[in-house]
């Protein structure tokens, strides 16, 4: 068993992982577009392009991990290395020079953030893969994954709350300045956390298989159609969550909150950040009690939906109470925060499945397909995000209570992309994935006791 040592440690790396990640997903473009003045569309095919890079360069990095041995094992270097080089590329993505004006200003936003991207997978690809190395089967590799998922969504949340707070207090109302002090911290909390987990994490698996090539690699993940459709549901979810969250700092700035907006956007996400840590710390495991990990996917997805219905009324009211906003807001943070936790036990799954299926284990492979996809869906969902801008026609130069009086029907671009398209996602996602699954509790059960078997006839 796990010691509490061991659960803290490889959370907190969770933690500083998440709260990476989330500043970079929601304020890249903010930061850029809004802030430095870079043209949306820019922005858009510049974090798009740099997805379709990820595709090659994550499963590269699948198989450079499964191939490391060292005294250390093959995971917690490379989780080093890259969180040291991905804390760097961090700060300087939002400490951008002064003097860099225009094409200038466009290159040094797309250098860095693919070089954020290679750098995070680095690091992302081995933190994962990590689960079924050190842990069982079972209800103690589903107790880790939920621990950390719940860990990343308390990094997540975090940022979520207080990055306007921090930028605001640090840079003295210099939204720049601000930004740039801001990653610093972010950077070396991400440092610290990660120096815990590699100390305290010693990897248990008893599984030395050799490591697979490229063509084996995607071979592996072809016949493994159980993986695929996992990878397939959380880019559907993780798109349309993201396209949301990178929308509602304009929505408040420009068609909500008018002069105020600050204040309802810092309180709006502070409510939904603890509704979603709540949701995957407490919420989760009282369900788990009475359903299956099934049935509340299930449930999370009509509580999500119901929420994106009830805020697409809300939109196009005249509501300026910033907490009629938490109706929909704690069904669709709820919902989100149990669907991160699932999402992980049902990846980690079927890293068992295909161990018995392709008779290889290959977690490194099946991991580093879930952090392309993430980012992946983080790139599309960019691109939505910078074409609905661009077509809202909401400048850094103008005053939000001046947008909110002369973009008249341009904002109903704005409200119809955090609402509707996400609607699409989640129902997409959810009839591929009820059509597809078919690893339920029984079936997991039934292909753990074939793999113990198996594990003794080898002995």
Known sequence: MLSKKEMVSYGLGAVGKDMVYM????????YYQ??????????????????VFDAFNDPIMGIVVAKTRTKYGKFRPWLLIGTIFNAIILYLMFAAPIALTGSGLVAYAAITYILWGVTYTMMDIPYWSMIPAFTNGGSEREHMSTLARSCAGV???LITVITMLCVN???HGNERAGFQW????????FIVFTLITCINIKEKSSVDLEAPTVREMFSSLLKNDQALTVVVAIVLINTSVYITSNLVIYFFKYDFGGADWY??????NTFGGAIQILAMMVMFPLLRKFMNTIKIFYTSFIMAIAGYFVLLILVFTSMSNVFVLFVPAFFIFAANGMLLVLTTIFLANTVDYGELKNHRRDESVIFSMQTFVV???????ALVVAICLSISHLSSNTDAVEVVEEAGNNLFALRMTMTVIPIIGLLCAVVYFRKKYQLNEAKMEEITAKLQAEHKSVQ
């Open 263 to 268: 204040n309802a956007y810092t309180l709006f």
């Open 169 to 171: 207090a640090l840079g």
């Open 375 to 381: 980012k992946l869906a983080s790139g599309i969902a």
């Open 34 to 51: 809004d802030i430095l003045g870079v043209s949306a569309i820019a922005m858009g095919i510049i974090l798009m392009a740099a997805r």
């Open 23 to 30: 500043f970079c997903a929601s304020y890249i473009l903010y």
């Open 155 to 157: 990094g997540s949340a």
């Open 182 to 189: 801001f990653a610093l911290i972010v950077a070396v909390i």
